[in-house]
């Protein structure tokens, strides 16, 4: 049994909170929850100024941002692919994602998508911030889940010894 119950939150860096919560409201229809401010890190008590905002990504979940005036610029971490770190959000069907994508789209967002992940499909974007983000429909059938859980512990152990990638879910990816 896990120890977790859900996320609580999850936070990234933003360049301007009031920007992040107004564009996330807009374009992903979020609630600001909550802001919390200080001029000291209740961690450390190191003196650092922070804008700390939280919003309604649904279902209890909770995307939380720190604006940071006294840091440095943002930046990510140029070793990693920009494809690799990103948020991910479930919408409830492919028409809302087609949806997402055009609305996305009229206010000039630029989109990738929608792609084929064979379980869900997908569209990527980019925020003010330059996170990039993830709307995704679950496309899987319980046949699909299924043979994906029976195989999941020989792939990552098979991934462990070679970091190639192992063929049991290989029917993911040909082309139908």
Not at 49 to 73: I, K
């Amino acid at each position: 049994m896990s120890l977790l119950q859900r996320i609580h939150h999850v936070a990234y860096r933003c360049r301007d909170a009031k920007q992040t919560v107004e564009w996330y409201g807009k374009h992903l229809g979020t609630n600001f929850v909550l802001a919390i401010a200080e001029n000291n890190v209740p961690s450390t008590g190191a003196p650092d100024p922070y804008m700390h905002v939280f919003l309604d990504a649904g279902q209890g979940n909770v995307l939380a941002f720190f604006e940071l005036p006294n840091a440095p610029p943002m930046g990510r971490d140029g070793n990693t692919p920009e494809w690799v770190q990103h948020i991910a959000f479930k919408v409830a069907s492919l028409d809302e994602l087609l949806a997402a994508k055009a609305r996305l789209q009229a206010a000039g967002i630029e989109v990738v998508g929608p792609t084929e992940h064979t379980i869900f499909k997908s569209i990527y974007f980019f925020d003010p911030n330059g996170h990039r983000l993830e709307l995704a429909v679950d496309t899987a059938t319980p046949e699909m889940n299924a043979k994906l859980d029976e195989v999941k512990w020989a792939m990552l152990d098979e991934w462990s010894k070679t970091k190639k990638a192992p063929q049991h879910a290989a029917w993911m990816h040909e082309k139908h």
